[in-house]
T-cell receptor, first 113, second 111 residues
């Protein structure tokens, strides 16, 4: 079983569309994250949720809205997609009172045309 | 911004030890040193972390200087599959602490 799974793995869409990426973890962790890796390969944190509560919210356009229905899921919804949103989005999870190790998913490559 | 400095790239011969340095001169007393790697097109993978003592696990060893201002990740017998970008990260352990990735070191293991 994959520990942190993301769907879809690939997403190609037009500018202006709205899309969602889903993430699920089966590790029993209480904290989940979204990271964005752009074309220059920089990995930047976007959001973090602990037990469904938002604890990290970096300077991200409000077109991006994370939603955590329960502590095993953290979805990312993006409105009015722009060309600059093209990137690989990684979901991760950790246990806040654990070692601090993050477990990452395999990424979702979003291409906006 | 990342609090660490790493060489942009390094090469290593297969079967030899790979020693990846990292400077973190502004590390504070409660911050840990973490190492992750990212193999092409995959999600980052945790390798090891430490506070002040040297650490070893099945993947690597972490050597932290006594003043904690720098560290070295050692892959004792590098294989071709160890070719990846290696990230050295300084981070506290609280739930609100961010894992901030820098540019990392691109390690190429050559046959």
């Amino acid at each position: 079983d994959t520990a942190v799974s993301q769907t879809p793995k690939y997403l190609v869409t037009q500018m202006g569309n709205d899309k969602s990426i889903k993430c699920e973890q089966n590790l029993g962790h209480d904290t989940m994250y979204w990271y964005k890796q752009d074309s220059k390969k920089f990995l930047k944190i976007m959001f973090s949720y602990n037990n469904k509560e938002l604890i990290i919210n970096e300077t991200v356009p409000n077109r991006f809205s994370p939603k955590s229905p329960d502590k095993a899921h953290l979805n990312l919804h993006i409105n009015s997609l722009e060309l600059g949103d093209s990137a690989v989005y990684f979901c991760a999870s950790s246990q806040v009172r654990g070692t601090g190790e993050l477990f990452f998913g395999e990424g979702s490559r979003l291409t906006v045309l | 911004d990342a609090k660490t400095t790493q060489p942009t790239s390094m090469d290593c011969a297969e079967g030899r030890a790979a020693n990846l340095p990292c400077n973190h001169s502004t590390i504070s007393g409660n911050e840990y040193v973490y190492w992750y790697r990212q193999i092409h097109s995959q999600g980052p993978q945790y390798i090891i972390h430490g506070l002040k003592n040297n650490e070893t696990n099945e993947m690597a060893s972490l050597i932290i200087t006594e003043d904690r201002k720098s560290s070295t990740l050692i892959l004792p017998h590098a294989t071709l599959r160890d070719t990846a970008v290696y990230y050295c990260i300084v981070r506290g352990q609280g739930g609100s602490e961010k894992l901030v990735f820098g540019k990392g070191t691109k390690l190429t293991v050559n046959p």
